[in-house]
């Protein structure tokens, strides 16, 4: 059994930097594609950044340029640099990852992953 965990979130201001963590237990880390998602409220649940085996990564074009996703195998941990953080960018932060042993494909659907944090709150005022 998979179990992701999120942290990282908070309160912070316009421009100001976070970097979320998802720790992963279970499954092969190293082997599965993972993302990050996020859900502000009232709208759908969107992505914001997937990386795949071989850690190839993309983004939505929102987060481009600010964003950067990663991952240490070593120890079995997902993260999501936020940089000049924006307001819209106020959600609640999903981390997922596939079951199946990935290839060099990010995934962009919600439908495409597996398991799913419980999510970590970040809020940006203006």
């Known amino acids: 059994q998979v179990h992701l965990v999120e942290s990282g979130g908070g309160l912070v201001q316009a421009g100001d930097s976070l970097r979320l963590s998802c720790a992963r237990s279970?499954?092969?880390?190293?082997?599965?594609?993972m993302g990050w998602f996020r859900q502000a409220p009232g709208k759908e649940r969107e992505f914001v950044a997937g990386?795949?085996?071989?850690?190839?990564?993309d983004y939505v074009d929102s987060a481009k340029g600010r964003f950067a996703i990663s991952r240490d195998n070593a120890k079995s941990t997902l993260y999501l640099q936020m940089n000049s953080l924006k307001p819209e960018d106020t959600a609640l932060y999903y981390c997922?990852?596939?079951?199946?042993?990935?290839?060099?494909?990010?995934?962009?659907?919600?439908?495409?992953?597996?398991?799913w944090g419980q999510g970590t709150q970040v809020t940006v005022s203006s």
């Open positions: 279970g499954g092969s880390f190293r082997n599965s594609a």
């Open positions: 990386i795949s085996w071989g850690d190839n990564t």
């Open positions: 997922a990852a596939r079951a199946t042993v990935g290839t060099g494909y990010v995934y962009r659907g919600d439908t495409d992953y597996h398991y």
